[in-house]
């Protein structure tokens, strides 16, 4: 018997390709149920849809665009499970009067890595299905947003115009493209959209399920599904940063079914195909594991990008979170350390009197007038890379005796009798007193400040005063998009000992306090550690806001030292 199952398979054997545990377990489950007469294993529709797809889908995303589409072995393989097994006593009658028996495989799980085609083979499934599928047939795109569900809806689109450039075959409106020889159409839906319910969907794709912190899309289609003789159901992700989000139960399920360990109905129903790694230690040793998450490693994705992408890894924490999650699906919690004690904790002292007359970057972080506020300054010498910081606390004198504060390893009386912390009388901190301490900087030693960052809020009366001293400040608004850069910029600069902070004690404090928040785009952001306000930040974030400014500014500061 010709397949692509086994073609894959023995091409996996003979190490040709290189595969993981997860998929290897399923493609001998799959190969044993090839013999069990519960099932059939008829390829026919199967190369039906690949024949399509190989001669009339024209590929639309660059430097490919525009080419026939050539699918690869795993491609196939994937395919042909998805569309051969048949249940052996369930039949249906199709729209075209022809008793057919059921597909085995309703739900369908691709977990994938980026840039591996994902997207463009469903959505070439999803306009062959329209075409060569069922007559009257609803095909939906979905995604957790609509952004998500145009990709595969817009590529869809790109298909259908190569293929019927003057719309005699098709047509799209606002609301679906039409398939007028099936009398199918195809449209999308996302998490944000309303009414999801109410629906009679044959065929659906969603995408980049990681992202969602609740299954409603998912059920939403599938209970429009349940009047169908024949659905599928194609989800298609990478893994993710949200924590017990709809990802990891279906992912659970899906490994319960490849070990054995769920023999229930839905469980028959469901294909898991998931391309993961063995471990993380091979990833960072042996580049052959990396086609174990990339089956288009070499053919679409280029190594020298992974290769690239890994380096990026090595010498960043958001960037070593992302790539893991993104490019070899290894679960990653979305918040974690952002430094380890050796990155920040190293002997490196100066003396500020070294710095008199020189010109000085500034951030402060205000926080609440009735919490901590720093404020620093960055200093640089010429052709010297390092970046000497010199910083100053503000705390209300309510704050001295907080036991939280002190089971999390703060010690306000002994930083203020080292005069690194300014203990304010009352409630709440003068903010005014963070502008003094930069005027005093300028009357003391010279050292004129050229802008100093700050975030919006509680600054108003700050701002007054530096307006007042004639000092020039700039927005920083604290998120991840603005802070990302500077953060990455920060850690690199600290792992290569090129911040000399003097072995501030409060700056020790909050730097080993800080976590770091990633996003699905992996932009990362400074964060306290949930539930533990105590453990204070400021010092961390102020560092932060102070390479953005330098990250802004480095050509006119560079210039302008002596």
């Not at 006593?89 to 994902?118: C, P, W």
């Not at 070593?320 to 920040?344: C, H, M, P």
């Not at 509680?458 to 991840?480: A, P, T, W």
Request: aromatic content about 10%.
């Amino acid at each position: 018997m010709s397949s692509y199952l086994l073609e894959y398979r023995e091409a996996i054997r003979r190490g040709e390709i290189v595969a993981g545990n997860e998929l290897i377990t399923e493609l001998d489950n799959l190969i044993a149920d090839m013999n069990d007469p519960h099932y059939i294993y008829d390829t026919t529709d199967a190369e039906m849809r690949m024949d399509f797809m190989e001669n009339c889908i024209r590929l639309t995303k660059s430097p490919f665009y525009g080419k026939p589409m050539k699918l690869m072995l795993w491609q196939k393989a994937f395919i042909e499970v998805v569309f051969s097994f048949k249940m052996a006593n369930e039949t249906y009658t199709d729209s075209f009067g022809m008793e057919k028996h059921v597909d085995r495989f309703q739900k369908i799980v691709l977990l994938i890595a980026r840039k591996n085609t994902k997207s463009e083979t469903c959505s070439a499934l999803g306009l062959t299905e329209s075409i060569i599928g069922n007559e009257g047939a609803d095909i939906v795109c979905s995604s957790n947003d609509d952004t998500q569900a145009n990709i595969l809806y817009d590529a869809i689109d790109t298909m259908r115009k190569m293929i019927d450039p003057k719309e005699q075959d098709t047509h799209k409106n606002q609301q679906c493209i039409k398939i007028y020889g099936t009398n199918s159409k195809i449209f999308k839906i996302s998490d944000r959209t309303r009414n999801k319910e109410g629906r009679n969907i044959d065929f659906a794709i969603i995408d980049e399920v990681h992202e969602m912190k609740t299954n409603v899309i998912l059920k939403s289609i599938e209970q429009s599904q349940s009047l169908k003789d024949n659905p599928k159901l194609i989800i298609i992700t990478t893994e993710g940063f949200v924590n017990d989000g709809a990802l990891d139960e279906i992912l659970k399920n899906c490994r319960e079914i490849i070990n054995g360990e769920d023999d229930s109905i839905s469980a028959e129903r469901t294909l898991p195909w998931l391309y993961t790694q063995d471990c993380e230690q091979e990833i960072w040793t042996d580049e052959k594991s990396w086609q174990k998450a990339n089956p288009s490693l070499g053919t679409v994705k280029k190594y020298s990008y992974l290769r690239t992408q890994i380096d990026l890894a090595r010498k960043s924490k958001a960037d070593r979170i992302f790539v893991l999650s993104k490019d070899f699906n290894f679960k990653q919690n979305g918040v974690q350390a952002w430094l380890n004690t050796e990155d920040y904790r190293y002997e490196a002292v100066y003396d500020i009197e070294d710095f008199r007359g020189a010109v000085c970057l500034g951030a402060v972080d205000l926080s609440e007038t009735t919490d901590m506020t720093s404020a620093k300054i960055l200093l640089m010498k010429k052709n010297d890379k390092t970046k000497y910081i010199y910083q100053h606390y503000w705390i209300p004198e309510s704050k001295l005796e907080n036991a939280d504060d002190k089971q999390a390893g703060a010690k306000y009386q002994e930083w203020a009798k080292a005069g690194l912390l300014t203990i304010c009388e009352g409630n709440d901190i003068d903010l005014t007193l963070i502008a003094d301490w930069f005027y005093h900087l300028y009357k003391e030693y010279h050292i004129r400040l050229y802008k100093c960052g700050y975030d919006v809020k509680f600054s108003k009366e700050f701002l007054k005063r530096m307006d007042e001293y004639g000092f020039e400040c700039e927005l920083v608004i604290q998120n991840k998009i603005t802070l990302s850069n500077a953060m990455k910029l920060c850690e690199a600069d600290l792992k290569a000992r090129l911040v000399n902070y003097n072995q501030n004690e409060m700056d020790v404090w909050c730097l080993g306090n800080a976590v770091m928040e990633v996003d699905s785009m992996g932009n990362c952001q400074a964060v306290k550690v949930a539930g533990q306000p105590s453990r204070r930040i400021d010092g961390a974030v102020t560092l932060i806001i102070l390479y953005e400014m330098f990250r802004r500014y480095r050509s006119e500061f560079v210039r302008a030292l002596r």
